[in-house]
Nanobody, 115 residues
Framework: QVQLVESGGGLVQAGGSLRLSCAMS????????MGWYRQAPGSQRELVAQ???????NYADSVKGRFTISRGNAKSTVYLQMNSLKPEDTAVYYC?????????WGQGTQVTVSS
């Protein structure tokens, strides 16, 4: 089993920044990728950013140039630096880890961007 705990969400004004953190623990061997998803009210959960075990990154078009995903040195922590935040970035952000075919999820952290 893998446990994921997110932190760093909160309320910020448009144009501001937040940094989300996700700490992974448990049986963390052979994790293929870690990432961040988000879900706004009435919307489906969507991929925000992902980083693979080799360090390759992938971003949603809506966040390219504004968000940056990175890993800690031990590769058991993943970060999401969010800059130039917009009201449409408001959502619950979930950390995700994949050890295919299994996917693990954190409990989510709320990000609210006021206009």
């Amino acid at each position: 089993q893998v446990q994921l705990v997110e932190s760093g969400g909160g309320l910020v004004q448009a144009g501001g920044s937040l940094r989300l953190s996700c700490a992974m623990s448990g049986s963390i061997f052979s994790i293929n990728a870690m990432g961040w998803y988000r879900q706004a009210p009435g919307s489906q959960r969507e991929l925000v950013a992902q980083i693979t075990s080799s360090g390759r990154t992938n971003y949603a078009d809506s966040v390219k140039g504004r968000f940056t995903i990175s890993r800690g040195n031990a590769k058991s922590t993943v970060y999401l630096q969010m800059n130039s935040l917009k009201p449409e970035d408001t959502a619950v952000y979930y950390c995700n880890a994949q050890r295919l075919p299994v996917t693990y999820w954190g409990q989510g952290t709320q990000v609210t961007v006021s206009s």
